[in-house]
C-alpha cells in the first residue's frame, strides 16, 4: 500500500546550523512532493515542492533532495532560526488529487 | 497574498448533533479539499472536489460525511451526526490545478462532547 513517514520523530539543533529532515515513501507511482511546516495551533503551510523529474530543488534557505532509488526525500534548513521551529511533513502524491502525509518531525531550535 | 479562510475556528458540539464546517477557498483555484488532524497525530485525506462534484474520497469520508459548494465561494463540510471519535481539527485546502501546491487554512478544532 501507500506510505509516506519519517525517520526521526524530534530533531533538536542549535541556532544557526543546518539541519536535515528526511522522509521515506514507498510509492513508486508518487511524482509530487511537497513539504510542509506546521506551527503550534496552524494549519500547514507551504514550504517547497519537488517533481520526480527533478532530484533538487532550492528556495530561500530550503532545499529538497530526492532520491527516487531509494524512494527518499529530505529538506535541509539552512542556519537554522528560532522561528524555524515547528512539526515538518512530507506529503506525496501520485495519479490522484491527494495528499498523503507523512507522519512529521519536530524540529526545536535551541540558541 | 491570498488565502483560504475557515470558520469558525473552534466548535464544540455534542455528540449525535451535525456540524457545518465552512471554508473559502482562494478565488481562482479549482481543486477543493478537506483534510483532518487527530490531536498529536498526521494529517489524513478526506475529501477531494472538482467541478461541483466529489472526485474522490477516503475511507473515513463515511455516509455521515457531506460536502457542498452552494456558492461561487463557499465550500462546506457537514457531519451529521457526529462521534466523539470525530473531534479533530479540520483543515480545509485548495489548488489550482491538480499536483501543485496546496494552500492550507487555518483549521477548525472540532471538539465532541
Known amino acids: 500500500g501507500e506510505s509516506v513517514g519519517l525517520h526521526l520523530p524530534t530533531l533538536s539543533v542549535q541556532e544557526g546550523d543546518n539541519s536535515i529532515i528526511n522522509c521515506a515513501y514507498s510509492?513508486?507511482?508518487?511524482?509530487?512532493f511537497i513539504w510542509y511546516k506546521q506551527e503550534s495551533g496552524k494549519g500547514p503551510q507551504f514550504i517547497i515542492d519537488?517533481?520526480?523529474?527533478?532530484d533538487k530543488r532550492q528556495g530561500q534557505r530550503v532545499t529538497v533532495l530526492l532520491n527516487k532509488t531509494v524512494k527518499h526525500l529530505s529538506l535541509q534548513i539552512a542556519a537554522t532560526q528560532p522561528g524555524d521551529s515547528a512539526v515538518y511533513f512530507c506529503?506525496?502524491?501520485?495519479?490522484?488529487?491527494?495528499?498523503?502525509f507523512g507522519t512529521g518531525t519536530r524540529l526545536q531550535v535551541f540558541p | 497574498e491570498p488565502e483560504v479562510t475557515q470558520t469558525p475556528s473552534h466548535q464544540v458540539t455534542q455528540m449525535g448533533q451535525e456540524v457545518i464546517l465552512r471554508c473559502v477557498p482562494i478565488?481562482?483555484?479549482?481543486?477543493f479539499y478537506w483534510y483532518r488532524q487527530i490531536l498529536g497525530q498526521k494529517v489524513e485525506f478526506l475529501v477531494s472536489?472538482?467541478?461541483?462534484?466529489?472526485?474522490?474520497k477516503s475511507e473515513i469520508f463515511d455516509d455521515q460525511f457531506s460536502v457542498e459548494r452552494p456558492d461561487g465561494s463557499n465550500f462546506t463540510l457537514k457531519i451529521r451526526s457526529t462521534k466523539l471519535e470525530d473531534s479533530a481539527m479540520y483543515f480545509c485546502?485548495?489548488?489550482?490545478?491538480?499536483?501543485?501546491?496546496?494552500?492550507f487554512g487555518q483549521g477548525t478544532r472540532l471538539t465532541v462532547v
Open positions: 485546502a485548495s489548488s489550482r490545478t491538480v499536483n501543485t501546491e496546496a494552500f
Open positions: 510509492n513508486s507511482a508518487s511524482d509530487y
Open positions: 519537488i517533481r520526480s523529474n527533478m
Open positions: 506529503a506525496e502524491t501520485g495519479n490522484t488529487d491527494k495528499l498523503i
Open positions: 478565488s481562482n483555484h479549482l481543486y
Open positions: 472536489f472538482y467541478n461541483n462534484e466529489i472526485s474522490e
